[in-house]
């Protein structure tokens, strides 16, 4: 049973994980509240892969199935690097809608 729901949650991770890519991959051109809703979504889905790590971690033994654990890894990696990339994006979009104070004139 907890095989299954193991497995269950690792295919859900990565779905997630896709999903994600996909987004953020489209969200190029999209305004600063999508991207920061977005990233939201990007830090609760990241909270879904370290509970499931956490979960492997704690209801198997430390031997057992090593290529999971690598790829439990490698998924938590791939979102952290996903959650970079968006921060980035929201962080210069941010930048580029503040208006500068060039912009005002005094005369």
Do not use: E, G
């Given at each position: 049973?907890?095989?299954?729901?193991?497995?269950?949650?690792i295919?859900?991770?990565?779905a997630?994980?896709?999903?994600?890519?996909?987004?953020?991959?489209f969200s190029?051109y999209k305004?600063?509240?999508f991207?920061?809703?977005?990233?939201?979504?990007?830090?609760?889905?990241?909270?879904?892969?370290?509970?499931?790590i956490?979960?492997y971690l704690t209801?198997?033994?430390?031997?057992?199935?090593?290529?999971l654990?690598?790829n439990?890894?490698?998924?938590?990696?791939?979102?952290?690097a996903l959650n970079?990339?968006c921060?980035?994006s929201?962080?210069?979009?941010?930048a580029?809608?503040?208006?500068?104070?060039?912009?005002f004139?005094?005369?």
């Open positions: 049973m907890q095989n299954t729901l193991v497995d269950f949650c295919a859900i991770s990565w997630l994980l896709v999903l994600s890519a996909c987004l953020v991959l190029k305004h600063t509240d991207k920061q809703r977005l990233f939201k979504f990007l830090n609760s889905v990241l909270v879904i892969h370290i509970a499931t956490t979960f209801h198997f033994k430390a031997d057992s199935l090593m290529t654990k690598t439990l890894w490698v998924l938590i990696a791939l979102q952290i970079i990339t921060f980035m929201v962080k210069r979009r941010k580029k809608t503040r208006p500068s104070l060039d912009s004139s005094m005369d």
